[in-house]
């Protein structure tokens, strides 16, 4: 074979391989930022999915790997300093353009919604959730397009479920007739438990599942429905990062209960 011919067949073999690899590897980078992720390593998750989106751009499985590792390292950042407060407020937003990213790229996938609904939930929660009305609206909108989508897995529906009743009970701290007129009289507290119940029906032994629907039924003062749930908490297993912090809670609102119903 002459060596201009061996050259070119060498060449063209070469393209072939890095071609495989080149997806092997954003699945590979894809699966080892998983594992960090379930380690409550969230840094090394954001390195890890950030060399994917780098070796293959547009990847919506790797936006919204991002943007929620993203959130998750704000939501750990300081905020006592008008800086800290910005700065925290800024990845908020980042977490956001990755999530919107994934969105327009697979608007068929419900966890591009949830994603969405989630980084905007915590901006409008930075923001105050009566200031920040369109983005609460956007954050019901996602959670009921990802419901109606219905893919993902049980984890995907039960969290799109979960944030719906969160967002549902969060518009409820208002009186309806006052938050009416800001286009927020949708808000209703029997929805938030309904959206709860069916997250834990969907995802049972999730400590924040069973804390919200918790805390829902305190304040329709269903105390004894309400120490139910906290008990469940207790009884659930560590899955999140943030579980211990969900069983501290419930822990406190059990002795509230408790008192009520003496």
């Known amino acids: 074979m002459k060596t201009s011919t061996f050259l070119l067949v060498l ?24 594992k960090y992720y379930t380690e409550f390593d969230n840094q090394k998750a954001l390195e890890t ?29 300081p905020e006592a300093t008008d800086e800290q407060k910005d700065a925290k407020y800024d990845q908020y937003k980042k977490s956001f353009v990755y999530a919107d ?33 369109g983005t609460v609206n956007d954050v019901k909108d996602d959670c009921e ?19 719906l009743g969160r ?10 007739l006052l938050r009416l007129p800001l286009g927020l009289g949708w808000g209703d507290m029997d929805v938030a438990i309904r959206e709860y119940q069916n997250a834990i029906k969907l995802k049972p032994n999730y400590r924040m ?3 919200g629907l918790a805390k829902a039924y305190i304040e329709e003062d269903e105390y004894e429905l ?7 908490v207790e009884k659930a297993p560590v899955v999140l990062e943030d579980d211990d912090e969900y069983l501290k809670e419930a822990k406190q609102l059990l002795v509230e209960v408790n008192k009520e119903l003496e």
């Open 49 to 77: 999915y950030q060399k994917a989106d780098k070796l293959n751009p547009e990847n919506w499985e790797v936006l919204w790997r991002i943007s929620r590792a993203i959130v998750d390292i704000a939501n750990k950042l």
């Open 145 to 163: 397009r990802a419901i109606e989508l219905n893919n993902g897995g049980n984890y995907v529906q039960a969290l799109s479920h979960y944030v």
């Open 226 to 232: 309400a120490k139910e749930n906290l008990l469940l």
């Open 209 to 211: 599942f069973y804390l």
């Open 101 to 133: 990213s994934a969105v327009k790229l697979a608007p068929d996938q419900s966890v591009t919604y949830v994603r969405r609904a989630i980084v905007n939930g915590r901006i409008a929660l930075f923001e105050g959730v009566f200031s920040a009305i």
């Open 11 to 34: 060449f063209f073999a070469l393209i072939s391989i890095n071609s495989s690899l080149y997806s092997q590897t954003t699945e590979e980078l894809i699966q080892e930022g998983d």
């Open 167 to 176: 967002t549902h009970a969060k518009v409820c701290e208002k009186a309806y």
